[in-house]
């Protein structure tokens, strides 16, 4: 299997470009997590999905930021207008639920890293 | 809220075991004991999980308090590749959410 695949592995932008990070998790795993990481603030959720449906994005930090899963295999993370404190690694991360069981072992991916100038 | 208390940073010499405390006071009965690691720039990885019997797998050993107010994972023969960020995380079973919340973890540097 691929693992979770992240692109760009790494951008540079300018204050006020919008920025998208996209992601394509593992096959058959229902459920899809973004994180962030920073110095500062360590590896914070985000949102995440199950079966394409966003069940929680309390930790989006801003209206600027979005999120979309349009099908099982693909999620973009859109930031608009990008500003230098959204400098940070995103992560994307994919998990698969059984049926009574507790698998809850999430894949990530390499990571995005996005410097804001 | 964070769930889960580590030290900062252990150091631990090349061959011998690591032994990495997590305390969880406030667990609940239908919380699991999530162990994670994160190597330099990469993405974290998954080592192991429990719930009340201690457990093992290729990579480590997880040791569950009986009263499961804390936890030690074990590395038992540390290696160079080991040195990385542990998180010792609490989460309830998968049917009733997947919120994974990580704190700062502790440090593990192992020394040659």
């Known amino acids: 299997d691929a693992g979770v695949i992240q692109s760009p592995r790494h951008e540079v932008t300018e204050m006020g470009q919008e920025v998208t990070l996209r992601c394509k998790p593992i096959?058959?795993?229902?459920?899809l997590f973004w994180y962030r990481q920073t110095m500062m603030r360590g590896l914070e959720l985000l949102i995440y999905?199950?079966?394409?449906?966003?069940?929680?994005d309390s930790g989006m930090p801003e209206d600027r930021f979005s999120a979309k899963m349009p099908n099982a295999s693909f999620s973009t993370l859109k930031i608009q207008p990008s500003e230098p404190r959204d400098s940070a690694v995103y992560f994307c991360a994919s998990s698969l639920t059984t049926s009574g069981g507790d698998t809850g072992e999430l894949f990530f991916g390499e990571g995005s890293r996005l410097t804001v100038l | 809220d964070a769930k889960t208390t580590q030290p900062t940073s252990m150091d631990c010499a090349e061959g011998r075991a690591a032994n990495l405390p997590c305390n969880h006071s406030t667990i609940s009965g239908n919380e699991y004991v999530y162990w994670y690691r994160q190597i330099h720039s990469q993405g974290p990885q998954y080592i192991i999980h429990?719930?009340?019997n201690n457990e093992t797998n290729e990579m480590a050993s997880l040791i569950i308090t009986e009263d499961r107010k804390s936890s030690t994972l074990i590395l038992p023969h540390a290696t160079l590749r080991d040195t990385a960020v542990y998180y010792c995380i609490v989460r309830v079973a998968p049917r009733y959410g997947q919120n994974f919340v990580f704190g700062p973890g502790t440090r593990l540097s192992v020394l040659p």
């Open positions: 096959s058959g795993h229902d459920y």
């Open positions: 999905f199950n079966n394409n449906v966003p069940i929680d």
């Open positions: 429990g719930l009340k």
